[in-house]
Nanobody
Framework: VQLQASGGGLVQPGGFLRLSCAAS????????MNWYRQAPGKQRDVVAS???????NYADSVKGRFTISGDVAKNTVYLQMDSLKPEDTAVYYC????????????????WGQGTQVTVSS
């Protein structure tokens, strides 16, 4: 199973981008889907999350600017990024978390290949 992310690119400060991510085939028992980002020389950090009932969470640095949406059960997630700043420049990764309650709650993480977002004038 692969997660396919798209929508990255070069945008000027104050601009917007919309990232998309979908699984190559259906995955069940998905508890959440997330967007992470990793800037050069820095660790990969979570940016936004959406769980199976639609609850969302955001990193403080993107609250009010980014919006995560999607259908976890259908393994699709989006990230609308508005008012972009140079510090948002990073490779963005989508992540799917599968929890098998029938196997004692074992967790599986699936990752997309990453999409580059560059915010620069």
């Amino acid at each position: 199973v692969q997660l396919q992310a798209s929508g990255g690119g070069l945008v000027q400060p104050g601009g917007f981008l919309r990232l998309s991510c979908a699984a190559s085939r259906s995955i069940n028992s998905v508890s959440a889907m997330n967007w992470y980002r990793q800037a050069p020389g820095k660790q990969r950090d979570v940016v936004a999350s959406i769980n199976s009932v639609g609850n969302t969470n955001y990193a403080d640095s993107v609250k009010g600017r980014f919006t995560i949406s999607g259908d976890v059960a259908k393994n699709t997630v989006y990230l609308q990024m508005d008012s972009l700043k140079p510090e948002d420049t990073a490779v963005y990764y989508c992540n799917l978390v599968r929890v098998r309650q029938d196997y004692g709650g074992i967790r599986y993480d699936y990752w997309g290949q990453g999409t580059q977002v560059t915010v620069s004038s």
